[in-house]
């Protein structure tokens, strides 16, 4: 493919030269070339191993270089590489039906996008068009892509160099016990007092006003916040009685992530509209999409859908998803998940948090978690504070080059780690990625204050 070779050099300097880094001060990254990767694993060119505890960007479900997907993303290449959207093709078709037969309820049609926020772009479009109404609500504690709708509607900072200070957007608060904005001590408490505060805030921005409300049924990048039992089905609860639609941002806790296909299967909540992306098909080849309900699909039966991307269901992406989920479900991918939770990740990370003062809570399911790392256990002082920037983030910058020495590659955001490998990890790669961050976590702890 190249016309002259990859030398670790030459990748760096035309890298250096001529790619443009996402969210990054081009002249202040250093990024690591990667050589090659499987598995569970990715290396350099200078041999080094990591054990992959990000899997990239919490997309590589089912590891590197599976060798079924590698395979059909190869036979399609040699069929029909690209088709418009407007044909009836064979693997979109069955990419669709694959999808909807793991999609909760009635769930049933889905469109395509390419990634995440495009298929939050197009689900905002569907509620807007199918209620008439102009507002969308969302979290603070929440990320939805960088595209225009998405990245109003997400809370996290990276919001803030886009917003446009409203765009039919109303932020709210999510439930989050352990940093709680409802003073609650209990989960039912969080529960209850973050349905009051949604039901309140509601009433007051006109509930015939919103045309949908969003989550994250897992909020992910915010750090692994699962929610308490009864608040989903209480937002669905308040959309069906407000003729809101009821979105469910699936994009990073889906297809297998937290153990099950959906998170919203934890909940046995159904929305009316799922996003979805990442781990569709591991995002070996782009590709994302909206799972939409029969109420909204009976919208525009006989009104077109104003909407459309030259690549939605490009053959080489549905190609990969068809043959994903396939082995997905050969393998028992998602229950490897769940038992690796259960097993490995949540015993062993608790047993972390009890050695190491930095670590002020373990949450999480599945191949799911996060640590909220903290400086002092009491107070509950984040090891770094929100966005932190230089010096700053120097607690947060040592303990993920401790992990890097120790051949883990670790998900960092804020005072964070996230423990989200592929749900294809062995027990034994679970436990010696839990070794490396028991001496990594001592990088964090000299930072504690208690
Ligand atoms: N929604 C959620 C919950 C996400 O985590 C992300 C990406 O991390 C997105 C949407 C955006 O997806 P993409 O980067 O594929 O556009």
Same mark, same amino acid.
């Given at each position: 493919?190249?016309?002259?070779?990859?030398?670790?050099?030459?990748?760096?300097?035309?890298?250096?030269?001529?790619?443009?880094?996402?969210?990054?001060?081009?002249?202040?990254?250093?990024?690591?070339?990667?050589? +090659?990767?499987?598995?569970?694993?990715?290396?350099?060119?200078? =041999?080094?191993?990591?054990?992959?505890?990000?899997?990239?960007?919490?997309?590589?479900?089912?590891?590197?270089?599976?060798?079924?997907?590698?395979?059909?993303?190869?036979?399609?290449?040699?069929?029909?590489?690209?088709?418009?959207?407007?044909?009836?093709?064979?693997?979109?078709?069955?990419?669709?039906?694959?999808?909807?037969?793991?999609?909760?309820?009635?769930?049933?049609?889905?469109?395509?996008?390419?990634?995440?926020?495009?298929?939050?772009?197009?689900? $905002?479009?569907?509620?807007?068009?199918?209620?008439?109404?102009?507002?969308?609500?969302?979290?603070?504690?929440?990320?939805? +892509?960088?595209?225009?709708?998405?990245?109003?509607?997400?809370?996290?900072?990276?919001?803030?160099?886009?917003?446009?200070?409203?765009?039919?957007?109303?932020?709210?608060?999510?439930?989050?016990?352990?940093?709680?904005?409802?003073?609650?001590?209990?989960?039912?408490?969080?529960?209850?007092?973050?349905?009051?505060?949604?039901?309140?805030?509601?009433?007051?921005?006109?509930?015939?006003?919103?045309?949908? &409300? &969003?989550?994250?049924? $897992?909020?992910?990048?915010?750090?692994?916040?699962?929610?308490?039992?009864?608040? %989903?089905?209480?937002?669905?609860?308040?959309?069906?009685?407000?003729?809101?639609?009821?979105? %469910?941002?699936?994009?990073?806790?889906?297809?297998?992530?937290?153990?099950?296909?959906?998170?919203?299967?934890?909940?046995?909540?159904?929305?009316?509209?799922?996003?979805?992306?990442?781990?569709?098909?591991?995002?070996?080849?782009?590709?994302?999409?909206?799972?939409?309900?029969?109420? &909204?699909?009976?919208?525009?039966?006989?009104?077109?859908?104003?909407?459309?991307?030259?690549?939605?269901?490009?053959?080489?992406?549905?190609?990969?998803?068809?043959?994903?989920?396939?082995?997905?479900?050969?393998?028992?991918?998602?229950?490897?998940?769940?038992? &690796?939770?259960?097993?490995?990740?949540?015993?062993?990370?608790?047993?972390?948090?009890?050695?190491?003062?930095?670590?002020?809570?373990?949450?999480?399911?599945?191949?799911?978690?996060?640590? =909220?790392?903290?400086?002092?256990? =009491?107070?509950?002082?984040?090891?770094?504070?929100?966005?932190?920037?230089?010096?700053?983030?120097?607690?947060?910058?040592?303990?993920?080059?401790?992990?890097?020495?120790?051949?883990?590659?670790?998900?960092?955001?804020?005072?964070?780690?996230?423990?989200?490998?592929?749900?294809?990890?062995?027990?034994?790669?679970?436990?010696?990625?839990?070794?490396?961050?028991?001496?990594?976590?001592?990088?964090?702890?000299?930072?504690?204050?208690?």
């Amino acid at each position: 493919i190249l016309t002259r070779p990859a030398t670790k050099a030459a990748v760096r300097d035309a890298d250096r030269a001529h790619v443009f880094h996402s969210w990054s001060a081009q002249g202040q990254i250093e990024p690591l070339p990667v050589a +090659g990767a499987e598995g569970s694993y990715f290396w350099d060119y200078d =041999d080094n191993r990591y054990l992959d505890f990000s899997s990239q960007l919490v997309n590589t479900n089912i590891g590197h270089q599976h060798p079924k997907v590698v395979a059909a993303i190869q036979e399609q290449a040699g069929r029909v590489c690209t088709l418009a959207p407007g044909f009836a093709v064979d693997v979109r078709a069955e990419a669709a039906r694959l999808v909807a037969e793991r999609t909760p309820g009635d769930l049933d049609r889905v469109f395509f996008t390419n990634a995440g926020a495009e298929a939050v772009e197009h689900a $905002v479009r569907m509620a807007r068009v199918h209620t008439g109404r102009p507002k969308v609500m969302s979290t603070y504690r929440s990320y939805h +892509g960088a595209t225009a709708a998405a990245i109003n509607l997400t809370g996290d900072p990276r919001r803030w160099a886009s917003d446009t200070g409203s765009a039919g957007v109303v932020r709210f608060w999510g439930p989050h016990l352990y940093r709680s904005h409802f003073h609650a001590e209990t989960e039912a408490q969080e529960c209850e007092r973050a349905l009051a505060h949604l039901e309140e805030t509601l009433a007051f921005e006109g509930p015939n006003t919103i045309a949908a &409300i &969003i989550l994250e049924t $897992v909020p992910g990048t915010a750090g692994v916040l699962v929610p308490p039992p009864g608040y %989903l089905a209480g937002v669905r609860e308040l959309c069906d009685r407000h003729g809101i639609v009821f979105i %469910l941002d699936e994009v990073m806790a889906g297809f297998g992530r937290t153990g099950t296909w959906f998170a919203a299967d934890l909940f046995q909540v159904t929305p009316d509209l799922m996003t979805f992306a990442k781990g569709v098909n591991s995002g070996y080849v782009p590709l994302g999409g909206v799972a939409i309900s029969d109420a &909204i699909a009976e919208t525009f039966e006989q009104r077109p859908y104003p909407g459309g991307l030259t690549y939605s269901g490009h053959p080489l992406a549905c190609a990969s998803a068809v043959a994903t989920l396939n082995v997905m479900a050969q393998e028992d991918i998602v229950g490897n998940a769940a038992r &690796i939770g259960e097993r490995v990740l949540g015993p062993g990370l608790r047993e972390l948090a009890e050695r190491h003062p930095s670590v002020g809570e373990v949450r999480g399911t599945g191949v799911f978690w996060a640590l =909220d790392l903290v400086r002092d256990r =009491d107070t509950r002082e984040p090891l770094v504070p929100y966005q932190p920037s230089g010096p700053d983030n120097q607690p947060m910058a040592d303990f993920a080059a401790a992990c890097k020495t120790r051949g883990l590659w670790p998900f960092v955001n804020m005072n964070r780690t996230h423990v989200v490998p592929p749900c294809t990890i062995t027990e034994a790669e679970a436990k010696e990625g839990l070794a490396a961050l028991d001496e990594a976590l001592a990088a964090a702890d000299a930072h504690t204050t208690a």
